[in-house]
Every structure is written in C-alpha cells, then in structure tokens.
T-cell receptor, first 112, second 115 residues
C-alpha cells in the first residue's frame, strides 16, 4: 500500500521560473512532512519540513505547503536554478517516530 | 565529522554468496537506520537502531538479513545467500533522538548487484 504518492515521475522547468512538486498521502495521522533532494551517486539530503499544525513553511527559495483536508503536500522552488536539478522525495513521519515513509520521487530538470 | 559514510560503495556478488555492508553514522547521532532503494522507488525502511538496540525491523527484512550495531557506533548489514532480487541500493542514515529527530542524514549508499 502506497501511503505517499508522487504521481509525476519528472518535471521540466525553465531557469528562473517556479517549480511545483506535488505529493499526496493517505494517512491523516502523520505529524511531519518532509522533502529530501537527491543528486546522482549521493544519498538523499533533507531540504525542508512542515509540521501538521502548519500550512506553510518557507526557507529561502523553497516553500512547502500543506493542505490537510486534501492530504496534499507541495514544494515550490522560486526561482528555479539549474543546480536544483535532482530527484525530490516527499516523506512523512510521526512524532517521536523513526520510520520515514518516502514517495517514489520526482525528477526535476531545470533548463538554463 | 564529515557525515555518514558507507563501505563499500559498490558490491558485485554471485547468487548464493554472503555480503556485509558497513555504515559509520555521524558520531553524535544515536539513531541509525537502514533503507533499501530500487530503481524508480524511494527509500524503503528496513530497520532502526537506538544506540545498540535494534528496535524495529520491517517485514521486508527476511531471515537472510541481519543488522548489528555493536557499542552503538558503526553498524553492519549482512545478507546471506544473496538472491537476484536483493540487487538494490542500500542506504544508511542517522539522526538525533530528540529535537529535529525527523531530519535524517543519509550516506551515499552501497549498490549491490547480484549476478
């Protein structure tokens, strides 16, 4: 059973424009929602998180939005840069928990 | 400390052989995790240690898999009698047990190919 779904395997965006990556989850009991970024030959790197009690968290060019009623999470990157080209994983975890559940990832291409 | 390290980075083995991977976490982290990632999928949780205690194992972890973390420092993941279906990237991660515990730091992974 896929508890975290990223339905877009890939996304191509022009440099300077906005990148929007989407994620849906099934369990309303999750407490933290995370985005990880992965470059080839490297492990995933934590990017940004949001608690279930918030609906927006911003860190520089990266903003995560949480819509609990729709069980939907999105990551906005503005402006997109070629160095942002990577695979982005959506993930969820419960308070005090250890098991992080990852989506299948979306490969982002930012064209110069 | 420069991060989580894993060795070897690549391992090619023949079906039926045993393999062992090592993970060295960030020294101040007391939580350690193992994940498996196959092509086109995100990391899948395998097991978790708090210090030296193995507190959770996924049902993905068959009896052929065993993990240890002696003295709560480095960890090893052993696969016995490897099968072609074991071919994957094996990722190790570490984190604190409080505060930003949800932020896990991943190593570069060990890519296993079973021929």
């Amino acid at each position: 059973d896929q508890q975290v779904k990223q339905n877009s395997p890939s996304l191509s965006v022009q440099e300077g424009r906005i990148s929007i990556l989407n994620c849906d989850y099934t369990n309303s009991m999750f407490d933290y929602f995370l985005w990880y970024k992965k470059y080839p030959a490297e492990g995933p790197t934590f990017l940004i998180s949001i608690s279930s009690i918030k609906d927006k968290n911003e860190d520089g060019r990266f903003t995560v939005f949480l819509n609990k009623s729709a069980k939907h999470l999105s990551l906005h990157i503005v402006p997109s840069q070629p160095g942002d080209s990577a695979v982005y994983f959506c993930a969820v975890i419960n308070t005090g928990g250890f098991k992080t559940i990852f989506g299948a990832g979306t490969r982002l291409f930012v064209k110069a | 400390d420069t991060g989580v390290s894993q060795n070897p980075r690549h391992k090619i083995t023949k079906r039926g052989q045993n393999v062992t991977f090592r993970c060295d976490p960030i020294s101040e982290h007391n939580r350690l995790y193992w994940y498996r990632q196959t092509l086109g999928q995100g990391p899948e949780f395998l097991t978790y240690f708090q210090n030296e205690a193995q507190l959770e194992k996924s049902r993905l972890l068959s009896d052929r898999f065993s993990a240890e973390r002696p003295k709560g420092s480095f960890s090893t993941l052993e696969i016995q009698r490897t099968e072609q279906g074991d071919s994957a990237m094996y990722l190790c991660a570490s984190s604190f047990s409080s505060g930003t515990y949800y932020e896990q730091y991943f190593g570069p992974g060990t890519r296993l190919t079973v021929t």
